[in-house]
């Protein structure tokens, strides 16, 4: 295989690197001075911070760097000097008038720079362009000001701008455009030229621009002459978007170089002085693609025939306000396939009829209004029934202010693709039975600002997709019962200015709807389960009402309200339990209340709340419970109130908390019980501005401040001064330690010690009781009968039973059906005396004391070993109780493990005393395999060596009990 080439390993050393270099420096956060919004190694945002110049140490790897609107004025060498890799700079709207020579040559890499609304004077327009040789935006509006008028030339070259696309010189009062104005320019593709005072172009200005697409020239003075400069357009034939608005045109003759326009699509022409459109004067724009023409607000009074329809590719006309007659206008209409239509203003189109518009099936979009007539000719208009039946395309329609008074039934037939209707701003009192009819696509209507005094039950019938409805601004004081029963899809209501006192009408088929706005009616109380039926509602505005009290359980059905809004009411007492069942409430502002009483549990049930703002009432104060159930509460804001007294669970459950305002109240007293616990939870607590009574009752709260000086907002500061008794006013709150220096404080340091030396007894204590507790019971055993019980071994030849079985109750029937039979009943092999507890043990004797007395008393301890042996809490005694024995008496021959079953090894391991008798200790397995179990019983019998030399009596076949009886004497 051959060699890769070393330009290759050298590109992936390259990338490798490029990839390291990104990870290092990825956005990682560090701290953030000045305020700043924002600050990383790759982006700093530091706006509207009045800053008055530019930060230091900036991270020389910042890419972004965003400082408008704050107060530099000035820009200097040493601020972008190690920027050299700044892509992108923001210092709009500062007061930026002087730059220093050379500012901008460290930033070789700029492709943004954004310097509108300082005052940079054209002056300084050299340190802007001859250093920043990649700069492909430039912002530069608003800089140059009426009392020097700009002249673009010689002296205001951007000839240092090769790579730049986008230029904006909008608003500096520029008066003239000379022609090396944009030399250099030749990559330049959006040219700004707006609101200036532009009346002279020169012919030869726009050669370099010859890669220009979009040319605004909007509101200047640029008159016919200039529109008719064949060579000064000739070079911009890239153009597509061109607006000439706003300016002194009074004819539109489009000189030659027009024809040449192949991308042209959209041309603004409104707002200037134009009379009459001939086809003369677009003749050079008919050969054009044009789509959008803007004609509004000139003196149009005629349009040649045929002129509109020359336009193959038009598809937006905007006609409004001209005072052109529509008997005029509709016949040159006809034909056209255009989708959205602008009139208004013409004198004849008062009336509204179905014969009144021409068949225009491509249309979508028809707007009428006399918004900009200040004289309109119109003062009253009217639909009639099928209106809009020739436009069977519209998808939207906007007759907004267009001083409608009534609507006929079946206005709207025919409309079966209309999506959004606007009929606002019009003057409209009622509507009649089936004014709304065929309007089945529906989605937003508009009726705000009307006449409208009740929203009657057929308004609305059959609008099942409605979406958005707004009823802002009428007269509407009674809402019927069934006026939104057909409204079942509705999300969005808007009631807002209008004399509602009752929420009723609002029941019935809202069951969508998701936000509600009230705000400004005549609202005085909030009944319980006024909303119950609003169960989707998740934004709910009752802001400038007359609200005075909220009822228990007022909101109760709302599961699912995120914001609330009251502000601007006469609320003086909020109820306990007002807000009960908001469980996913995010946001509620009371601003501009008049809250005096919070009563408990007056918050209970907002879970979800981690902000509270009860800030400027007259709250004097804070009962226990008050804030009950705000379990995710993190700030609490309570400054600017008269609070006083504090009650002593007036924090209880605000677990979360950990800012606290309560600043600028009437606090004398901070009770320890009240607010130790909030502090030790707090990372911030403001108290400052409240007149303190300093007596010894508040040495808790200097000590605390001192050793947590942040937690406790200013406290470093002359905020904290006492304002009685008489002899400390006005004296610092630090005097209180050397004036309660005889009064004990408790040590905190030995305090802790103690604390933790107790906690660590106790921890020990329970772990050596749960670990050694077979060994505890033991040795309780062993004082209480130190006396009693006599020890026997082997040797001595006095053990009373050949083994004890240990085994659960569930191996019971092996026991007694194999184990006993064969051990104790066999006729061919001795047999041996057992000790089973079902047979054997003493009634009335403690189980502890049998267990002990057994296992004392037997020469050889047999484990029976099953799941159920492991489990059970008295096995478990009897195995290590055994084991423990064993290990006293030296030697583990006494004990014998008897596996009933399988048992894996993954189980053993849970059980450390079998597993360490299970690793040293040979222990016996029971055979599925009858063939193989008197192998088994005769390895079980060695185990158990001889009998003990014992005749017991052949008419007796319970084994003698009179050794163990001795043994278990108490």
């Known amino acids: 295989m051959e060699n890769p080439p070393k330009s290759t390993l050298t590109c992936v050393y390259s990338l490798l690197c490029l990839c390291l270099f990104l990870l290092s420096v990825k956005g990682d956060h560090v701290a953030k001075p000045y305020q700043c919004e924002e600050w990383t190694t790759l982006h700093i945002t530091c706006t509207k911070l009045q800053l008055s110049k530019v930060p230091a140490s900036i991270p020389p790897s910042t890419l972004h760097l965003d400082l408008h609107d704050n107060s530099i004025t000035e820009l200097q060498q040493e601020d972008f000097k190690a920027l050299v890799n700044l892509q992108y700079l923001d210092l709009r709207w500062n007061k930026i008038d002087h730059i220093e020579n050379a500012t901008f040559a460290p930033l070789a890499n700029l492709k943004t720079l954004n310097v509108s609304g300082n005052k940079i004077h054209v002056s300084l327009l050299p340190q802007l362009v001859d250093f920043l040789p990649s700069l492909e935006h430039l912002e530069i509006s608003l800089n140059w000001k009426r009392d020097d008028p700009v002249i673009l030339g010689n002296m205001t070259s951007f000839k240092g701008l090769g790579n730049l696309t986008s230029l904006n010189l909008g608003g500096n009062d520029i008066v003239d455009v000379q022609e090396n ?89 409104s707002r200037n002085q134009l009379t009459n459109l001939t086809t003369d004067d677009f003749a050079s724009l008919l050969s054009t693609p044009l789509q959008t023409l803007q004609l509004e607000r000139n003196s149009i009074s005629h349009i040649d025939q045929g002129l509109l329809a020359s336009f193959a590719n038009l598809k937006s006309l905007k006609l409004q306000s001209n005072p052109i007659l529509f008997s005029q206008l509709k016949d040159k209409l006809v034909g056209l396939q255009i989708e959205e239509l602008t009139l208004g203003g013409s004198p004849d189109l008062d009336i509204i009829s179905s014969d ?35 436009l069977p395309n519209l998808t939207q329609l906007n007759l907004e202010d267009y001083s409608i008074s009534s609507v ?94 009752t929420v009723a009408g609002l029941q019935l088929g809202l069951s969508n709807l998701r936000h509600l706005d009230l705000e400004r009616n005549n609202f005085t109380s909030i009944k319980t389960g006024s909303f119950s039926r609003l169960e989707s509602l998740t934004h709910l505005t009752l802001a400038h009402n007359w609200i005075r009290k909220i009822e228990k359980e007022a909101f109760s059905e709302l599961s699912m309200l995120k914001r609330l809004n009251l502000a601007d009411n006469r609320l003086t007492n909020l109820t306990s339990w007002a807000f009960d069942g908001l469980s996913a409430l995010e946001e509620i ?193 062993r004082i209480r009968h130190r006396d009693r019980v006599v020890r026997v071994s082997d040797d001595d030849h006095r053990f009373v039973f050949d083994a004890f079985i240990a085994h659960h109750n569930e191996d019971r029937r092996w026991v007694e059906r194999d184990l006993c039979r064969n051990l104790e009943c066999s006729e061919n092999c001795p047999n041996y005396r057992l000790c089973l507890h079902q047979r054997d043990f003493q009634a009335g004797v403690p189980i502890i004391t049998n267990i002990r007395t057994a296992v004392d008393s037997s020469r050889k301890i047999v484990c029976v070993i099953t799941r159920s042996f492991l489990r059970s809490q008295w096995c478990q005694f009897e195995f290590q109780l055994a084991q423990h024995t064993m290990v006293e008496e030296g030697g583990g021959i006494r004990l014998v493990l008897v596996f009933l079953e399988d048992i894996p090894c993954h189980l053993v391991r849970q059980y450390r005393h079998l597993q360490a008798v299970v690793d040293r200790d040979t222990y016996l397995e029971w055979p599925d395999d009858p063939r193989e179990r008197p192998l088994f019983w005769r390895r079980l019998r060695a185990a158990l060596g001889q009998p003990l030399d014992q005749e017991p009596d052949d008419n007796d076949t319970e084994p003698d009990q009179h050794g163990f009886m001795a043994l278990v004497e108490v």
């Open 181 to 269: 104005s944009f030399h250099g320019l030749d990559k330049l593709q959006s040219l700004n030229l707006r609101d200036n005072l532009i009346s002279n172009i020169n012919e030869a200005s726009f050669s370099p621009l010859k890669e220009l697409v979009h040319l605004d020239l909007s509101n200047n003075y640029l008159t016919d002459d200039v529109l008719q400069l064949d060579k000064l357009w000739s070079p911009v034939v890239k153009l597509t978007y061109f607006d000439l608005s706003e300016n002194v045109l009074s004819s539109a003759r489009f000189p030659l170089s027009f024809q040449n326009f192949s991308l042209l699509h959209t041309l603004d022409l």
């Open 589 to 781: 502002k009371f601003q501009h209340n008049m809250i005096v009483v919070v009563e408990s549990h007056a918050f209970y049930g907002l879970e979800q709340m981690t902000k509270l703002n009860l800030k400027g009432f007259s709250i004097t104060t804070i009962p226990d419970n008050a804030f009950m159930g705000l379990h995710n509460l993190t700030k609490l804001d309570l400054s600017l109130n008269q609070i006083k007294t504090f009650e002593k669970k007036a924090f209880h459950g605000l677990d979360n908390l950990r800012v606290l305002q309560l600043q600028k109240n009437e606090i004398t007293f901070l009770d320890e019980t009240v607010f130790k616990g909030v502090l030790d939870r707090v990372r911030k607590m403001d108290i400052q501005d409240n007149p303190l009574f300093c007596d010894c009752d508040l040495l808790w709260l200097v000590f605390k401040a001192n050793n947590q000086p942040k937690k406790v907002v200013g406290w470093n500061t002359s905020s904290f001064k006492c304002a009685a008794p008489p002899k400390d006013q006005g004296k610092s709150l630090q005097i209180l330690p050397s004036q309660c220096e005889y009064v004990f404080m408790p040590n905190l340091w030995l305090a802790s010690l103690l604390s933790s030396l107790g906690i660590f007894l106790f921890v020990m204590t329970t772990f050596c009781v749960n670990y050694y507790a077979w060994k505890l019971r033991d040795l309780w055993f």
């Open 408 to 501: 006929e039934p079946y206005t709207f037939t025919g409309l079966e693709y209309l999506e959004r209707l606007e009929l606002g701003e019009n003057s409209l009192a009622d509507f009649p039975m089936h004014a709304f009819d065929g309007l089945s696509s529906l989605t937003h209507l508009g009726l705000g600002y009307n006449s409208l005094t009740a929203v009657k039950s057929h308004y609305f019938h059959g609008l099942k997709n409605l979406v958005w409805l707004n009823l802002q601004n009428n007269d509407i004081f009674l809402i019927e019962e069934t006026a939104f029963k057909d409204l079942e899809s509705l999300q969005f209501l808007i009631l807002t200015s209008n004399h509602l006192t």
């Open 356 to 390: 009144t518009f021409p068949s225009l099936p491509s249309l979508k979009h028809l707007t009428m209004s006399l918004l900009y007539d200040w004289n309109p000719s119109i003062k009253s208009s009217r639909l009639k029934g099928g209106s809009f039946l020739n």
